[in-house]
Structures are given as C-alpha cells and as structure tokens.
C-alpha cells in the first residue's frame, strides 16, 4: 500500500537557519505530493504541492522537488524564522480517477519544527 | 475562505457513552468530508469518507457500528462514537472537499480532542 516516510523530530533550529524536512514515498502510478503545515491550536493548511516528476512546489520560501528516481520530496528553507515553528506533515494523493480511494491522502508522521530567536 | 469548523474543540466523557463531533465547511460547500484519527507523535490515519447524501465508505480496520458518520447536508458532517472506551482517546480531525471544484484539495478543522475515562 501506500506510504510515506518522513524524518523524525522534532527539530529545532536558531532563527536564520537553513532548514530540510525529509520526506520519501511508495506508491503506485504517479501520485500527487503535498507538504502540510499545522500552527498551535489550527488545523492542517496546503503549504505547497506537486503534480508530477520534477515539477517544484514553492510557498512562503518553502520548496519542495518531486524527484521520482528517489522517491523523495524534501522540504527546504533557506532561513526559518520563529513563525515557521508548526508540525509539518508530508503526503500523497493516488492519481488513479475513479472509485472510493480517488482522492484519499496519505499522510506522514509529522516533523515538530522548533525555531528559536 | 475555505474555513472548516470542528465542535466540540475537546470532550471527556465516561466510558460506555456516545459522543459526537461536528464537522462544517463555513464558507463552501463540501460533497465530501474525511474523517481522521491522530495518536500521539504518529501520522493521520483516515477512518472514512463521507459523500452527501449517501453511505459513508470505511477504512479497512475502522468498525463502522463503533464511528458512526453521518453526512446529511453540503456543510454539515458528524461522527459519533459509540460506546466509547479509554482506548477511543484520540485527536480526530476533519477535512473538507469544495463541490464541483477538480483540484480534489481538502481543507483541515482544527481537530477535536477525545478523552474517555
């Protein structure tokens, strides 16, 4: 089945700093890829999201690459501040149309992202 | 736009009770809403997802006499738990999917906090 792995946390990093989230896959076909972010006490909200190899996904300095000869898209910051402190969450979507799993994301663990002044 | 509501924010209640969550898209309409279920420091797992107006569809392993969901209008979704048991604690979060719209993204509530004793 599908799934995705991302690498643990938490992580916490000074402000300014360069960040990486790893994040790699297994599924079938061509799925979509998708970085979530949750602030405190908020609900899940689309950071970014890519469609289809090599296609970058880019939001608030936030950039992801979905490599398929890896498996992998990787969140990248070049300088975090302390509003990115949130739990990131990587996913996919099955690209096949049809039936009750179109649609259906599968998610990550969560990286806990700490930055401090 | 595209804010989804979650009621209550947290709920402890007595073994052997029922208790339901809301779940409503404020501002859109949704044909379909997921429920899912997030333990502590681990990932979200969908339970199910619900189209309007008609049976919702389970994940393998979900019981679905024990989370009952009911989809009854475009905005409105509720999952009950019933004969709830310690082991029911969980944080379980909703998401929402715009009527008519091709992207298939989901917008997140901000997750409703569980506790049985």
């Known amino acids: 089945g599908d799934s995705v792995t991302q690498m643990e946390g938490p992580v916490t990093l000074s402000e300014e700093a360069f960040l990486t989230i790893n994040c790699t896959y297994t599924?079938?076909?061509?799925?979509?890829l998708f970085w979530y972010v949750q602030y405190p006490g908020e609900g899940l909200q689309l950071l970014l999201k890519?469609?289809?190899?090599?296609d970058k996904g880019s939001n608030k300095g936030f950039e992801a690459t979905y490599r398929k000869e890896t498996t992998s898209f990787h969140l990248e910051k070049g300088s975090v501040q302390v509003s990115d402190s949130a739990v990131y969450f990587c996913?996919?979507?099955?690209?096949?149309?049809?039936?009750?799993?179109?649609?259906?994301?599968?998610f990550g663990q969560g990286t806990i992202l700490t930055v401090h002044p | 736009g595209a804010v989804v509501s979650q009621h209550p924010s947290r709920v402890i209640c007595k073994s052997g009770t029922s208790v339901k969550i809301e779940c409503r898209s404020l501002?859109?309409?949704?044909?379909?809403m997921f429920w899912y279920r997030q333990f502590p420091k681990q990932s979200l797992m969908l339970m199910a997802t619900?189209?309007?107006?008609?049976?919702?569809?389970?994940e393998q392993g979900v019981e679905k006499d024990k989370f009952l969901i009911n989809h009854a209008s475009l905005t409105l979704s509720t999952l009950t738990v019933t004969s709830a048991h310690p082991e029911d604690s969980s944080f379980y979060i909703c998401?929402?999917?715009?009527?008519?719209?091709?992207?298939?993204?989901?917008?997140f509530g901000p997750g409703t906090r569980l506790t049985v004793t």
């Open positions: 998401s929402a999917r715009e009527q008519g719209i091709s992207s298939y993204e989901q917008y």
């Open positions: 599924a079938t076909g061509y799925p979509s």
């Open positions: 890519a469609t289809k190899a090599d």
């Open positions: 996913a996919l979507r099955r690209s096949n149309a049809g039936g009750t799993s179109y649609g259906k994301l599968t």
């Open positions: 501002d859109f309409q949704a044909t379909t």
């Open positions: 619900s189209n309007e107006g008609s049976k919702a569809t389970y």
